[in-house]
């Protein structure tokens, strides 16, 4: 040290090394000296030569990266700190600061040796010397302040080298690179290279921490939007985690289009990873709330939650649960004195609010009994409020149920009016909200449920009605309603009151009959007034005989009278008469059909099939099914698959039928009958069809000859009593239905195939084959259910049981069989066949199983797979396929039964003699090695059993160095990707070690104790003063 504010360089790298050291007053010390340089040259030259030592290593040793973050701030200390601007002067004072920078840049050139300098190297063989280059440029760039300024020539060239470093071999080189390009970014320039490569990486980079950096320090635009939305969906949960805090601190709410929000809110909430969930909860919607004053009914419309309620109601959930209770009381909408939301005020975000706040309340049990009475009235009260419509009183005249009661019926045309049918929309799903609202009321006091009730039966009897809120409501319906006999004769009750309403039908009078009756009465009468004359004259001469008989005559006449007089009457008041008349339009029928599925649907599997459902199938389900309407059809079907599923009778009675339909009708009632077939079949298995087949012939099937014979090894082990050829027609229907061009047929037919095979009831390598090569076409890359279904399927079929393991590697053979025959024109052809091998690889092991055998001398089914390829290879060793079998041998975990082993090495004999490829043949020789050994290491296992410990044995075992190499390669495998998806596997690369240098292979030990630890961590920790004191030694 010449002063005691100076310090030479060596010494000034070796203090930096150290982190208790304090760098300010090392770079003050080493700053003072260079400027007391007149030729600075030397400086330059020596600061270069130690800084090299540091720049040799790779490995994130704390010495090194002090020393990195030491010149880093040495360099950027020569630059003047930043000015701040004030008042009319400002521009004027940044002209001057700019000014003040270049003179600045003059004075000091240490800045533009150094960035010389890592330029130079940028180019250097070493993956170290690249790596340190981009992590000192990514510091110097971002030491430097705010409004600092380079020259254009050293910007493009810095540019440049980076553009060329982020495309470097090793990941955390491309890392640094990536981070150092960050103040580079132009992003009002649409060509700006830099921000084309982020973009690029974005897309392709293979390494998930580069595409971390670069997520992290990508300028926002309308360019780079789309490419961090997708990083959302990236395999790797740190990269969607950080996709979304991306989003949350540095995109508006506004600049994202409604699709956009819902996708993102849906794929958030429901991600796999907990740590994502929380970041959309904690991060993403407070954000959003934030930069809407937090106005929740102002978010809930961003999210047009007409078209996506399920959406919205889990992100009020969401954000619910971070508000505290007291809050919640204090944010609810506007409740009038009854807790009711006023007709006037109802709109589709604050109903959906009002349902997802007492839905959320209630879902807190008995603590939120308390909470949920102030926002919700009781059930007599609220059943009132829905059933306002129905009464005329004036008292209900303002009540809200006007919705459900008075929807329009639209005209042709209004229904062109656009404007009309959104409103019909909108007051629908108010409708719909308002109904969910049932589940939450307490309708544990008898008489308000029974009102509810009451009320429910009125408005699903109710003509007007919408058809979209008869699913809905026979639901909340039924859930009040626990017997399931009341529940039938409940909704029987309601059917035949919609099917058969109650009609007055009045009868004219007869005018003729009137006059006629009317002329009669006057004859009485006249005849009435002479007799009584007569009597008088009789009873003045003393006649009373005569009198007496003209008294019983005046007493008929008069009940004649009345007579006539009563028939008169009768024949003017209007005659009406309560009849039933049947309506059999579409609308009504379909809203029958709706009720008996959601019955049929609630009922228990076990209630079995009672008079009422059978005057149902008789007169309302089985009559539809020939229907013109495809939507009452479709219903009649859904309703007859779920009556089957009751009674094993019906089930058989109907069979034939719906095979029929699944063949011939339109295409979504096509996909009805083939899930009820599926139901069927995997409630009473093939044996349904065992007195089915006896009298009804099996339906007509589709197929080429070509198909039949191909898909008559189509098999199914079921018991002996089934049909063959009732059951082998289905499945070759199933088979058709693989091949349709209507992606859902297919999909569905995939899924119900997936469920027989994994309940059992089908078990066919073939159609095992065809699920394979249907998940891996790429005709089927758009159908994201039918990917997702079998990708879960094949690893919880191969899982279960030995059994599914044996019937994947019967499999094996066919499907690449079929893959290596695929001619040019098929989509097959485009498979990757390696990433299908991996496949079957991996649900084949042993260790795959849920119970895996602890009986390691077992045969595996790998075992069979091994001997299986052998005979394959045998049959053609001139093959291009025999290389992926040689390949595939290699990889796979044989069992240590020696005479599996003997056999095996016997079929590797044979093979070695007769393949003609050397690539093969290394294979081949190296797995004859390997079983070689191993049984050598079996042996020895069983001698050492039986001995006692032999001390030397490890110093027997390194005198043959080939053969330890060669075992500590045995358990070196490819890792799988089948589970995740089709790319070809590559091995994990950890976030500090990418490139995989430098990674101890993990051994199995004792835990050391923690004062073992310290000490073993001082030892490890990188010095470079003694390099730098060797080479100062040497010179």
Same mark, same amino acid.
């Given at each position: $040290?010449?002063?005691?504010?100076?310090?030479?360089?060596?010494?000034?790298?070796?203090?930096?090394?150290?982190?208790?050291?304090?760098?300010?007053?090392?770079?003050?010390?080493?700053?003072?000296?260079?400027?007391?340089?007149?030729?600075?040259?030397?400086?330059?030259?020596?600061?270069?030569?130690?800084?090299?030592?540091?720049?040799?290593?790779?490995?994130?040793?704390?010495?090194?990266?002090?020393?990195?973050?030491?010149?880093? !701030?040495?360099?950027?200390?020569?630059?003047?700190?930043?000015?701040?601007?004030?008042?009319?002067?400002?521009?004027?004072?940044?002209?001057?600061?700019?000014?003040?920078?270049?003179?600045?840049?003059?004075?000091?050139?240490?800045?533009?040796?150094?960035?010389?300098?890592?330029?130079?190297?940028?180019?250097?063989?070493?993956?170290?010397?690249?790596?340190?280059?981009?992590?000192?440029?990514?510091?110097?760039?971002?030491?430097?302040?705010?409004?600092?300024?380079?020259?254009?020539?050293?910007?493009?060239?810095?540019?440049?080298?980076?553009?060329?470093?982020?495309?470097?071999?090793?990941?955390?080189?491309?890392?640094?690179?990536?981070?150092?390009?960050?103040?580079?970014?132009?992003?009002?320039?649409?060509?700006?290279?830099?921000?084309?490569?982020?973009?690029?990486?974005?897309?392709?980079?293979?390494?998930?921490?580069?595409?971390?950096?670069?997520?992290?320090?990508?300028?926002?635009?309308?360019?780079?939007?789309?490419?961090?939305?997708?990083?959302?969906?990236?395999?790797?949960?740190? #990269?969607?985690?950080?996709?979304?805090?991306?989003?949350?601190?540095?995109?508006?709410?506004?600049?994202?289009?409604?699709?956009?929000?819902?996708?993102?809110?849906?794929?958030?909430?429901?991600? /796999?990873?907990?740590?994502?969930?929380?970041?959309?909860?904690?991060?993403?919607?407070?954000?959003?709330?934030?930069?809407?004053?937090?106005?929740?009914?102002?978010?809930?419309?961003?999210?047009? #939650?007409?078209?996506?309620?399920?959406?919205?109601?889990?992100?009020?959930?969401?954000?619910?649960?971070?508000?505290?209770?007291?809050?919640?009381?204090?944010?609810?909408?506007?409740?009038?004195?009854?807790?009711?939301?006023?007709?006037?005020?109802?709109?589709?975000?604050?109903?959906?609010?009002?349902?997802?706040?007492?839905?959320?309340?209630?879902?807190?049990?008995?603590?939120?009994?308390? $909470?949920?009475?102030?926002?919700?009235?009781?059930?007599?009260?609220?059943?009132?409020?829905?059933?306002?419509?129905?009464?005329?009183?004036?008292?209900?005249?303002?009540?809200?149920?006007?919705?459900?009661?008075?929807?329009?019926?639209?005209?042709?045309?209004?229904?062109?009016?656009?404007?009309?049918?959104?409103?019909?929309?909108?007051? +629908?799903?108010?409708?719909?909200?308002?109904?969910?609202?049932?589940?939450?009321?307490?309708?544990?006091?008898?008489?308000?449920?029974?009102?509810?009730?009451?009320?429910?039966?009125?408005?699903?009897?109710?003509?007007?009605?919408?058809?979209?809120?008869?699913?809905?409501?026979?639901?909340?319906?039924?859930?009040?309603?626990?017997?399931?006999?009341?529940?039938?004769? =409940?909704?029987?009750?309601?059917?035949?009151?919609?099917?058969?309403?109650? =009609?007055?039908?009045?009868?004219?009078?007869?005018?003729?009959?009137?006059?006629?009756?009317?002329?009669?009465?006057?004859?009485?009468?006249?005849?009435?007034?002479?007799?009584?004359?007569?009597?008088?004259?009789?009873?003045?001469?003393?006649?009373?005989?005569?009198?007496?008989?003209?008294?019983?005559?005046?007493?008929?006449?008069?009940?004649?009278?009345?007579?006539?007089?009563?028939?008169?009457?009768?024949?003017?008041?209007?005659?009406?008469?309560?009849?039933?008349?049947?309506?059999?339009?579409?609308?009504?029928?379909? !809203?029958?059909?709706?009720?008996?599925?959601?019955?049929?649907?609630?009922?228990?599997?076990?209630?079995?099939?009672?008079?009422?459902?059978?005057?149902?199938?008789?007169?309302?389900?089985?009559?539809?099914?020939?229907?013109?309407?495809?939507?009452?059809?479709?219903?009649?079907?859904?309703?007859?698959?779920?009556?089957?599923?009751?009674?094993?009778?019906?089930?058989?009675?109907?069979?034939?039928?719906?095979?029929?339909?699944?063949?011939?009708?339109?295409?979504?009632?096509?996909?009805?009958?083939?899930?009820?077939?599926?139901?069927?079949?995997?409630?009473?298995?093939?044996?349904?069809?065992?007195? =089915?087949?006896?009298? +009804?012939?099996?339906?007509?099937?589709?197929?080429?000859?070509?198909?039949?014979?191909?898909? /008559?090894?189509?098999?199914?082990?079921?018991?002996?009593?089934?049909?063959?050829?009732?059951?082998?027609?289905?499945?070759?229907?199933?088979?058709?239905?693989?091949?349709?061009?209507?992606?859902?047929?297919?999909?569905?037919?995939?899924?119900?195939?997936?469920?027989?095979?994994?309940?059992?009831?089908?078990?066919?390598?073939?159609?095992?084959?065809?699920?394979?090569?249907?998940?891996?076409?790429?005709? /089927?890359?758009?159908?994201?259910?039918?990917?997702?279904?079998?990708?879960?399927?094949?690893?919880?079929?191969?899982?279960?049981?030995?059994?599914?393991? +044996?019937?994947?590697?019967?499999?094996?053979?066919?499907?690449?069989?079929?893959?290596?025959?695929?001619?040019?024109?098929?989509?097959?052809?485009?498979?990757?066949?390696?990433?299908?091998?991996?496949?079957?690889?991996?649900?084949?092991?042993?260790?795959?199983?849920?119970?895996?055998?602890?009986?390691?001398? +077992?045969?595996?089914?790998?075992?069979? $797979?091994?001997? !299986?390829?052998?005979?394959?290879?045998?049959?053609?060793?001139?093959?291009?396929?025999?290389?992926?079998?040689?390949?595939?041998?290699?990889?796979?975990?044989?069992?240590?039964?020696?005479?599996?082993?003997?056999?095996?090495?016997?079929?590797?004999?044979?093979? #070695?003699?007769?393949?003609?490829?050397?690539?093969?043949?290394?294979?081949?020789?190296?797995?004859?090695?390997?079983?070689?050994?191993?049984?050598?290491?079996?042996?020895?296992?069983?001698?050492?059993?039986?001995?006692?410990?032999?001390?030397?044995?490890?110093?027997?075992?390194?005198?043959?160095?080939?053969?330890?190499?060669? !075992?500590?390669?045995?358990?070196?495998?490819?890792?799988?990707?089948?589970?995740?998806?089709?790319?070809?596997?590559?091995?994990?690369?950890?976030?500090?070690?990418?490139?995989?240098?430098?990674?101890?292979?993990?051994?199995?030990?004792?835990?050391?104790?923690?004062?073992?630890?310290?000490?073993?961590?001082?030892?490890?920790?990188?010095?470079?003063?003694?390099?730098?004191?060797?080479?100062?030694?040497?010179?």
């Amino acid at each position: $040290m010449t002063a005691d504010n100076e310090i030479d360089i060596k010494e000034a790298f070796q203090r930096a090394q150290k982190g208790h050291n304090n760098k300010a007053k090392l770079v003050a010390s080493l700053k003072s000296r260079y400027n007391k340089l007149e030729d600075k040259s030397l400086f330059h030259e020596e600061f270069a030569h130690y800084l090299k030592y540091a720049m040799i290593v790779y490995k994130r040793e704390p010495a090194v990266e002090n020393v990195i973050e030491f010149v880093a !701030r040495f360099a950027t200390s020569f630059q003047s700190p930043p000015k701040t601007n004030e008042g009319k002067q400002q521009q004027e004072e940044e002209e001057e600061e700019e000014e003040d920078d270049d003179d600045a840049e003059d004075d000091h050139p240490f800045q533009s040796f150094i960035f010389n300098f890592l330029l130079e190297s940028h180019k250097a063989n070493s993956h170290a010397v690249r790596f340190r280059v981009c992590q000192l440029i990514n510091k110097l760039l971002g030491s430097m302040a705010e409004n600092a300024q380079i020259d254009d020539d050293l910007f493009d060239r810095i540019h440049q080298a980076m553009l060329v470093r982020v495309t470097d071999k090793f990941p955390n080189v491309r890392i640094q690179a990536a981070l150092a390009m960050t103040r580079l970014q132009q992003p009002t320039d649409p060509d700006c290279p830099t921000i084309n490569a982020f973009m690029l990486i974005l897309e392709n980079d293979t390494n998930a921490e580069v595409r971390r950096a670069v997520l992290s320090c990508i300028a926002m635009s309308p360019r780079t939007l789309p490419k961090v939305l997708k990083r959302t969906r990236d395999i790797k949960e740190n #990269v969607r985690k950080l996709a979304y805090q991306v989003l949350a601190d540095k995109v508006h709410i506004k600049a994202l289009s409604i699709a956009q929000r819902v996708s993102l809110l849906q794929q958030g909430l429901h991600d /796999t990873s907990e740590a994502v969930r929380e970041v959309v909860c904690s991060r993403l919607l407070p954000a959003w709330l934030l930069r809407l004053d937090g106005n929740i009914i102002e978010l809930l419309h961003r999210l047009d #939650v007409e078209n996506c309620a399920e959406t919205a109601l889990e992100t009020l959930k969401a954000i619910f649960k971070n508000i505290p209770t007291e809050e919640l009381l204090q944010n609810r909408v506007e409740l009038d004195n009854r807790r009711l939301i006023p007709k006037d005020s109802l709109t589709c975000e604050n109903v959906l609010y009002w349902r997802a706040l007492c839905e959320f309340i209630r879902s807190k049990g008995d603590d939120g009994d308390e $909470m949920l009475e102030q926002v919700l009235p009781d059930a007599a009260t609220y059943a009132d409020y829905l059933c306002g419509y129905l009464k005329a009183g004036p008292v209900f005249s303002e009540e809200l149920l006007l919705y459900l009661k008075a929807v329009p019926v639209l005209s042709e045309e209004q229904r062109a009016d656009f404007n009309q049918v959104e409103l019909v929309m909108t007051k +629908e799903f108010i409708s719909h909200q308002l109904i969910h609202l049932i589940g939450c009321l307490d309708t544990n006091e008898e008489g308000g449920r029974k009102r509810v009730l009451a009320v429910l039966q009125d408005m699903l009897a109710l003509p007007q009605t919408p058809s979209s809120l008869v699913f809905l409501l026979t639901e909340k319906l039924l859930n009040l309603i626990p017997d399931d006999h009341r529940r039938i004769q =409940t909704v029987a009750e309601i059917i035949s009151d919609v099917r058969e309403p109650i =009609t007055e039908a009045s009868q004219p009078v007869d005018e003729n009959e009137s006059r006629r009756r009317q002329v009669q009465l006057a004859e009485v009468k006249v005849r009435i007034l002479e007799a009584k004359q007569t009597l008088e004259d009789c009873i003045s001469a003393q006649e009373f005989s005569r009198a007496a008989e003209l008294k019983d005559t005046i007493t008929d006449l008069e009940n004649r009278r009345n007579q006539i007089l009563q028939e008169i009457a009768e024949s003017n008041q209007v005659a009406d008469k309560e009849v039933r008349t049947e309506k059999n339009d579409p609308d009504t029928l379909l !809203r029958c059909l709706t009720m008996c599925a959601e019955l049929l649907k609630q009922m228990n599997i076990k209630t079995r099939i009672g008079p009422t459902i059978s005057a149902l199938m008789s007169s309302l389900i089985l009559p539809s099914i020939a229907s013109a309407h495809p939507a009452v059809r479709n219903m009649a079907v859904v309703c007859l698959g779920t009556c089957a599923l009751h009674s094993k009778e019906l089930a058989k009675t109907h069979m034939v039928l719906l095979l029929q339909i699944a063949q011939l009708d339109e295409v979504k009632i096509r996909i009805s009958a083939l899930r009820d077939i599926i139901d069927l079949l995997l409630l009473f298995g093939f044996q349904l069809l065992s007195e =089915t087949a006896a009298t +009804e012939p099996a339906p007509p099937s589709q197929s080429s000859p070509e198909n039949q014979d191909d898909d /008559t090894a189509v098999a199914t082990e079921e018991k002996a009593d089934v049909p063959e050829d009732t059951a082998q027609s289905i499945l070759v229907m199933l088979s058709e239905f693989l091949d349709s061009e209507v992606s859902d047929l297919r999909t569905e037919t995939a899924e119900g195939l997936a469920k027989l095979m994994y309940t059992g009831r089908i078990s066919s390598a073939k159609m095992l084959s065809r699920l394979v090569l249907l998940w891996y076409n790429p005709v /089927t890359e758009d159908d994201i259910r039918l990917r997702h279904c079998l990708g879960v399927f094949f690893q919880l079929y191969a899982r279960e049981s030995r059994a599914h393991q +044996e019937v994947v590697e019967e499999s094996f053979l066919p499907t690449v069989r079929t893959l290596m025959n695929a001619p040019a024109t098929s989509p097959l052809a485009e498979v990757d066949i390696n990433n299908v091998v991996e496949l079957f690889v991996e649900l084949t092991r042993p260790g795959a199983l849920i119970k895996p055998s602890t009986n390691t001398e +077992e045969v595996c089914v790998h075992d069979y $797979m091994a001997v !299986r390829i052998c005979g394959e290879m045998l049959k053609d060793p001139t093959a291009p396929e025999v290389r992926l079998y040689a390949k595939t041998l290699s990889n796979l975990e044989l069992s240590r039964d020696v005479t599996v082993r003997e056999d095996l090495q016997t079929l590797l004999q044979q093979l #070695v003699e007769v393949v003609k490829d050397r690539v093969c043949l290394r294979a081949l020789e190296k797995m004859i090695y390997q079983l070689a050994d191993s049984k050598e290491q079996a042996e020895l296992l069983s001698t050492t059993a039986l001995q006692p410990l032999d001390v030397n044995a490890d110093e027997a075992a390194t005198d043959d160095p080939s053969k330890s190499a060669k !075992r500590a390669k045995r358990g070196q495998r490819k890792a799988c990707t089948a589970k995740g998806g089709r790319k070809p596997s590559r091995r994990a690369e950890s976030s500090e070690e990418s490139d995989g240098e430098n990674v101890p292979e993990s051994a199995s030990m004792v835990r050391p104790s923690r004062r073992a630890k310290t000490a073993a961590l001082e030892k490890t920790k990188l010095d470079l003063n003694p390099l730098i004191n060797q080479e100062a030694n040497v010179s």
